[in-house]
């Protein structure tokens, strides 16, 4: 077997039916959507007729999307905009978020341009909803946004989005949440949900990098971080990757028309990989919820061995040379040589061994899996020999 893929949460296999759309659109679709003549009417036509296609899938108007570069400017948005426009003074968020959020707060944090809370996590990493609430009781007066992730993308944690969003509206607070790993794997009524802002990219499920969304609840005082044209009924600048924003519609479309057989099938490729490797290697851990299907996302597994830190980054090494893709955690921090945050931060010095995370899609085959298991078993017993 040349190569396995298995870093779906970092990103996708465009799927073939979403190349060929985007195809389609640059071809056919080349306007400048603010231009007013027919070419231009035609490609906005396309960009309007995705947001609506969009927002029907969750339940929601199209004016409540604003299509970005992706998740990262999405989540900055509406947390910048939350300070800047909404008058929110006070934000509370966690310390294993990604860094699209993490490193916004604390820039914020160090201009002074808010108060930064960070909410206690339990034994698992699992966010501390009486914490959270004792946090949001404290300053009743003070304008607070609360932002965090629907499903981490190291441990697979699922937030219950419900219960956080019923908080933030008892103590009139706004309520962010990161659903990038989560849109397009779940289903989301967003009428349904008290959330103010959610961020989304299309590369994780199988559309192209570099767009995504911003949902807005209420967009009637948010203005614009990028400045220069009316774009996006003037809430950011620049002319729009209408191929792209196709990309997204169509991957968004195929992922909700086909979600029940797709999730099914990844699930069952997932209990197999948990399965296969508790009975082939003796001491493997799984970490956060992520050995937990009921509690964590069906898409992920961060999975100890044990190893010591330098055998087990060997081992990622080994592994890329036999053809398997996987990771420590976040592709965005893959520069960083410290191992992944998240973990250090919930398990701190119990954290024996190093965790590598392992993603699926619905392009993964068992018969990958079990070349990985296989591989796996052989590198963990030599190296404990």
């Known amino acids: 077997m040349d190569t396995v893929y298995l870093d779906n949460a970092a990103t996708t296999q465009m799927d073939p039916e979403v190349i060929s759309a985007m195809h389609q659109s640059m071809r056919s679709n080349f306007g400048n959507p603010s231009s007013t003549h027919a070419f231009g009417r035609k490609a906005k036509a396309a960009v309007e007729t995705a ?125 962010h949440s990161d659903t990038v790993q989560s849109v397009g794997h779940y289903e989301m009524d967003l009428a349904d949900l008290p959330v103010d802002f959610i961020a989304v990219s299309a590369h994780k499920f199988h559309g192209p990098k570099g767009v995504g969304f911003l949902y807005v609840k209420s967009r009637n005082h948010l203005k614009p971080l990028i400045h220069g044209g009316s774009q996006e009924r003037e809430l950011r600048a620049g002319t729009e990757s209408v191929h792209n924003i196709i990309g997204l519609q169509k991957a968004i479309e195929i992922a909700y028309t086909n979600l029940e057989e797709d999730s099914a099938y990844i699930k069952s490729l997932k209990n197999h990989f948990m399965d296969s490797l508790k009975s082939e290697i003796p001491g493997v851990r ?28 060997m081992m990622l090494f080994q592994l890329d040379l036999k053809g398997i893709a996987c990771s420590k955690g976040s592709a965005c921090q893959s520069g960083a040589q410290l191992g992944s945050f998240v973990l250090n931060e919930v398990y701190g010095e119990k954290l024996d061994y190093p965790g590598i995370r392992f993603s699926f899609s619905k392009f993964t085959t068992k018969k990958e899996l079990d070349y990985v298991i296989s591989t796996l078993k052989s590198l963990a017993l030599s190296k404990a020999n």
């Open 51 to 175: 947001r609506k296609s969009i927002a029907s899938l969750l339940n929601v108007s199209s004016a409540n999307i604003v299509f970005t570069s992706g998740g990262t400017e999405a989540d900055n948005m509406a947390i910048s905009c939350a300070v800047r426009d909404l008058g929110v003074t006070r934000i509370i968020s966690s310390k294993i978020e990604h860094h699209a959020v993490l490193n916004c707060v604390e820039f914020l944090d160090t201009e002074n341009k808010i108060d930064l809370q960070f909410v206690n996590l339990d034994q698992d990493g699992s966010v501390d909803l009486t914490h959270l609430e004792s946090l949001l009781a404290e300053a009743p007066d003070s304008k607070t946004l609360v932002s965090l992730m629907h499903i981490n993308n190291e441990i697979g944690n699922i937030l219950d989005l419900k219960a956080v969003g019923e908080l933030c509206q008892k103590y009139s607070a706004y309520f």
């Open 286 to 313: 799984f970490n956060g919820l992520s050995g937990d299907l009921d509690k964590s996302t069906y898409t992920l597994v961060n999975v100890s061995i044990p190893l010591s830190a330098s055998e087990s980054d």
